[in-house]
């Protein structure tokens, strides 16, 4: 098959078949090969010689999903990091050189897959989106594995990087919204991947095209709502380390009063502050979700409300305005008490203390608004007014 990889006869159903089996068999053998020393000696008789091999079945059969699924879980399962078995030695290039191949397959896969258009909603899934989940949770796995110095690839001009990213974004564009939650595994892998780069890649989510962060928001702000806690949690930690990066950011533009600040060629930055409703419409969310719904994840809505509110200070101030004076007469000075308690002690920062300190205080604060919700009817007290239709954000 290795000496066939170039000719015609690597076309044939025989060497498909084949390829098929010993992606499976490889998998098999790389899942239960859980330390170095086992992990090396497959990845020594699969590098360089067997990777093309694979490339070339993905570049030659990419619409056939009875061949790529094995092959791109192969791939996947080679980019974990489990049980530190990729931990290589300094002097040893190998963990680039397996990052090069993972990009080398994200591209030519994607790259082939997107052309696929119209296909029919029934083949949807099987025929592109499962791919695509599969390709999304390898780059997580490459990219949170901690074996590749990154830094170093792009200072190096190595575009393997680069490439990979530029591939999930087209990916990713290439879905619609509404399919992302309806299919449970490609949400899961979809909110881990972006979870991943919004804690250690956020000079790249910072500096998408606006059309994309935009997008991005929106599926975040979906995904608040999910059913499953996992995606939900995920979401929470997504957008608590967007805000967390952009409250940096802001905060420092103000001490150093620049005109241009650090600020200066961020697009996340610049389309935030001139677009200031979309952060409002994402603290209006997440308190909403606090104070009227079965809220399974209060912690985690906790870390980025905090940030919300500092940056949407007098929005907020509104906010809790129009909150209490919906409430009836009687019930007033209760639901004032409620907000002034979440805010109590709490300073104009980010620190762990000042976090802690405001998640004890929504602790307390759903607390009392739960007791108040249960000694009034259902039409004194309605959720929050919002400007969402369908699931996604009013952003443009």
Not at 5 to 29: N, Y
């Amino acid at each position: 098959m290795l000496n066939q990889a170039e000719t015609p006869m690597f076309r044939s159903e025989e060497c498909k078949r084949s390829l098929i089996g010993l992606a499976r068999d490889l998998r098999g053998v790389a899942h239960a090969f859980n330390n170095k020393t086992s992990y090396m000696m497959l990845y020594d008789w699969l590098y360089p010689n067997y990777f093309p091999v694979l490339l070339r079945g993905i570049e030659l059969w990419y619409h056939e999903p009875s061949l790529t699924t094995p092959i791109l879980k192969l791939m996947c399962e080679l980019a974990q990091n489990r049980s530190q078995r990729l931990q290589f030695d300094v002097s040893s290039p190998n963990g680039v050189l397996l990052f090069r191949e993972i990009s080398k397959m994200l591209v030519a896969y994607g790259s082939r897959i997107l052309a696929l258009t119209h296909l029919p909603k029934e083949q949807l899934y099987a025929m592109k989106l499962k791919g695509l989940s599969i390709c999304f949770n390898m780059l997580k796995a490459a990219l949170c594995g901690n074996y590749v110095n990154f830094g170093v690839i792009r200072l190096y001009g190595d575009r393997a990087l680069d490439d990979s990213l530029e591939i999930f974004v087209k990916m990713l564009v290439s879905i619609q919204q509404a399919e992302i939650l309806q299919y449970p595994k490609l949400s899961q892998s979809y909110y881990a991947l972006l979870e991943c780069l919004a804690s250690d890649h956020m000079s790249f989510v910072s500096n998408l095209e606006p059309d994309v962060f935009l997008y991005i928001l929106s599926t975040i702000s979906d995904g608040l709502s999910a059913f499953d806690t996992l995606v939900s949690t995920g979401c929470c930690s997504i957008l608590d380390n967007i805000v967390s990066f952009l409250f940096k950011r802001v905060t420092k533009k103000k001490s150093s009063q620049e005109v241009n600040g650090m600020a200066n060629g961020d697009s996340l930055v610049q389309i935030l502050e001139t677009r200031p409703q979309i952060l409002q419409q994402m603290l209006g969310t997440v308190l909403n979700i606090i104070m009227f719904e079965d809220c399974r994840n209060q912690w985690s809505m906790s870390r980025p409300l905090l940030g919300l509110i500092l940056l949407n200070d007098k929005y907020f101030g509104e906010l809790r305005t129009n909150i209490i004076t919906r409430q009836p007469l009687d019930k007033q000075a209760a639901m004032e008490r409620c907000f002034t308690t979440l805010m109590k002690g709490i300073e104009y920062s980010l620190l762990s203390k000042n976090r802690d300190k405001f998640t004890q205080n929504l602790s307390e604060f759903r607390r009392d608004i739960n007791d108040s919700l249960k000694t009034d009817s259902s039409k004194n007290c309605t959720a929050l007014p919002t400007t969402q239709t369908n699931g996604s954000i009013d952003m443009m």
